[in-house]
């Protein structure tokens, strides 16, 4: 008791009050979230104000808002809380700060709002420091090629659409098709990445779902989740995302990776749109403000990696975008692809026809490509390209099978079993030999003996024997991050005595 | 009809005829404009007195200190005070406010600046600093 005591009489000591200067307004409209002040003429752009008069109990009626248009004799702000306790004739005070929140350690296992409030239920979050949320991204100079992979645990993605540390890559595709899963497997594959999940305009239940995923797999610890869920304001989902990479940069300083999930961005567009247009803003194309795009870049631009002189970190965005009716021509999904550094397309037909992750691999692309890839999977997945390019090619003939040349059929055969070797149940990251090790069998022709509807019991069984008889050879791949002759002698003769047994066991 | 950027330009160009070069309002001038701005036609009428009104307003305030207090201020100290900021600024008038819940101190307003040395606001910045500690 009298530690804290004097702890608290050493606060005040060291405390300076001097006059404070301060900006002054008056509320004079007041609704939807926003308020139109009179006054405030020092006001800066983003600069947090406060709200309501101080009283002496301390219990201040204060509410907190954001200054966004900046008029000749009025300013327009959004309010960060209780917009009902803000009305008509409310004085109105600058802070001198612009928008910043805490950030630290104490963040990792917890769920937050955009200001950094918890939500768990687990107590207030200690910060190490406060950054402000709005910050120029990385300079050229500052910046590094992107040539360490990041591995998602999906076998289809490392091998086809590998991402690199510090990429963009876009993950889009209509509703229900896989795109959070795809997000969420990357996150629970990850061991020394820290990973950011923001939630804009989700519903309650699958935050609280998908925070219990995490939770169960031991994720939650590295993780993340700042939330601005459906019932939040507009102006906590415009935050949301800008929240969550000022946390990540914290991370970046000090040299760490991490992976920031934007999920997802088209909710974080309308957002802005409802926000910009309250305030009455010009509006543009769909009623979007003209600075949409500005929106976005300025956000993804600040996902990177960093060289050495600047603590080597990085920062690895998927961003997520639905779209309507697979229309991936609509103006904000054009918008990103065109900031990201690739995009992972998903589609409803391959989701429903049971192809999951249900990736269309012809259309997906990785700016990055094979600089984000071991030499291990480039050798595999050169390969692997050219099977399912062809096969793409002959899916069309596909049913005149019976009718085709011994090669052509062959190329079928061999497609449909990468095909199927491809799926992969959710929540299951593969890790980086196993997935080697599945594919150089696969493109090797080792399962063009087994039937198709026997492909992912070989594919269990395979990985399984691996792991219990030839732990040193999936070590091998792991540790050399490369196949060379002997680790490719071993694999062939595991292989062949694998599909011998398995044939002999399958009839 | 839309306040839009023209009206707005006359009605400050007619805020600006009302003061002279020392900031200090014309009051015939003013009550003259605001008699011809009544004069004028339903809604146009409407939107530049209600215009002129706001921004009448804010250029008076600009120039008027006003001194809050818990206790009635001797006049000494309120003339020390206007000549203080009369040497960054123009003022023309000064205007006292007597304001319990300020506790104790003095809170100076001009225009839209504030300068608060009230003992409410000390007390919630400690309260503040206490709570992030």
Redesign the interface.
């Known amino acids: 008791m009298n530690d804290i005591l004097e702890?608290?009489q050493q606060?005040?000591n060291a405390?300076e009050?001097n006059?404070?200067?301060?900006?002054?307004?008056v509320v004079t409209e007041a609704g939807d979230g926003v308020a139109k002040i009179?006054?405030?003429?020092?006001a800066q752009a983003l600069e947090l104000l406060d709200f309501g008069s101080?009283?002496?109990k301390?219990d201040?009626e204060q509410v907190q808002g954001l200054a966004l248009n900046l008029e000749?004799?009025s300013v327009g702000a959004v309010i960060l809380g209780d917009f009902t306790k803000v009305s008509q004739g409310m004085e109105v005070?600058t802070t001198g700060k612009v928008l910043e929140i805490p950030v630290g350690e104490g963040f990792l296992g917890r769920v937050v709002d955009s200001l950094g409030n918890p939500l768990d239920g687990k107590g207030k979050v200690k910060a190490q420091d406060y950054y402000p949320m709005e910050k120029a991204a990385a300079g050229v100079i500052a910046r590094k090629k992107v040539s360490v992979p990041l591995q998602t645990g999906i076998k289809a993605i490392d091998a086809l659409i590998p991402i690199g540390r510090g990429q963009r890559e876009l993950i889009i595709g209509d509703r229900n098709t896989g795109k959070t899963t795809i997000a969420l497997d990357a996150i629970i594959n990850q061991k020394e990445v820290i990973c950011i999940y923001v939630a804009i305009g989700q519903r309650g239940a699958k935050i609280a779902q998908l925070v219990a995923k995490l939770e169960e797999t031991g994720s939650l610890n590295h993780t993340i989740v700042v939330a601005a869920s459906a019932s939040s304001p507009a102006s906590m989902q415009y935050l949301a995302p800008y929240a969550g990479v000022t946390l990540g940069e914290y991370f970046m300083a000090q040299g760490k990776d991490v992976l920031i999930v934007y999920d997802d961005l088209s909710k974080h567009a309308s957002a802005y749109r409802q926000m910009s247009l309250l305030l009455r803003r010009p509006s543009g194309r769909e009623a979007y403000p003209g600075d949409v795009f500005y929106l976005h870049s300025r956000l993804l631009e600040r996902a990177a990696r960093l060289n050495e002189d600047f603590g080597g970190g990085s920062i690895t965005a998927l961003p997520i975008i639905e779209t309507q009716a697979g229309d991936v021509s609509a103006y904000i999904p054009t918008n990103v692809i065109s900031i990201t550094d690739g995009q992972i397309y998903l589609e409803s037909d391959l989701f429903y026809a049971g192809v999951r992750p249900a990736m269309n691999v012809g259309i997906s692309v990785s700016r990055v490509g094979g600089d984000a890839q071991t030499k291990a999977m480039k050798k595999v997945a050169g390969r692997l390209k050219l099977d399912l390019a062809q096969f793409r090619e002959l899916a069309a003939f596909a049913q005149f099978a019976s009718d085709l040349d011994p090669a052509t059929k062959a190329q079928i055969e061999r497609g449909r079993r990468l095909t199927e070797v491809l799926k992969q149940p959710p929540y299951s990251p593969v890790p980086l030999e196993e997935q080697v090790a599945i594919l150089w069998a696969v493109t090797n022709g080792f399962l063009d003996g087994v039937k198709v509807e026997d492909a992912k019991v070989y594919e269990t069984e395979y990985l399984k024997t691996l792991r219990l008889k030839n732990k040193d050879l999936l070590e091998s791949i792991a540790n050399k991050q490369d196949l060379d002759d002997k680790i490719i002698e071993d694999l062939t003769k595991f292989s062949k005595k694998f599909t011998e047994e398995f044939g002999g066991i399958n009839g | 009809m839309k306040k839009t950027k023209r009206i707005l330009k006359i009605v400050d160009s007619l805020v600006q005829q009302c003061f002279d070069s020392y900031g200090q309002l014309i009051d015939d001038r003013a009550e003259r404009t605001v008699q011809s701005l009544a004069k004028l036609p339903g809604v146009y009428g409407i939107i530049l007195l209600s215009e002129f009104s706001k921004r009448l307003k804010f250029e008076i305030a600009k120039t008027t200190l006003l001194l809050e207090s818990v206790l009635p201020l001797p006049e000494q100290a309120v003339l020390q005070i206007t000549q203080n900021f009369a040497k960054t600024r123009k003022v023309n008038q000064t205007d006292t406010l007597i304001n319990p819940s300020l506790l104790g101190g003095l809170r100076v307003r001009i225009g839209d600046h504030i300068y608060d040395d009230s003992l409410v606001s000390k007390i919630n910045e400690l309260r503040k600093e206490l709570e992030d500690e």
Do not use: D, F, H, P
């Open positions: 702890k608290i606060s005040i405390l009050l006059v404070v200067k301060q900006n002054v307004g009179e006054g405030l003429s020092e101080l009283t002496a301390g201040s000749q004799y005070r």
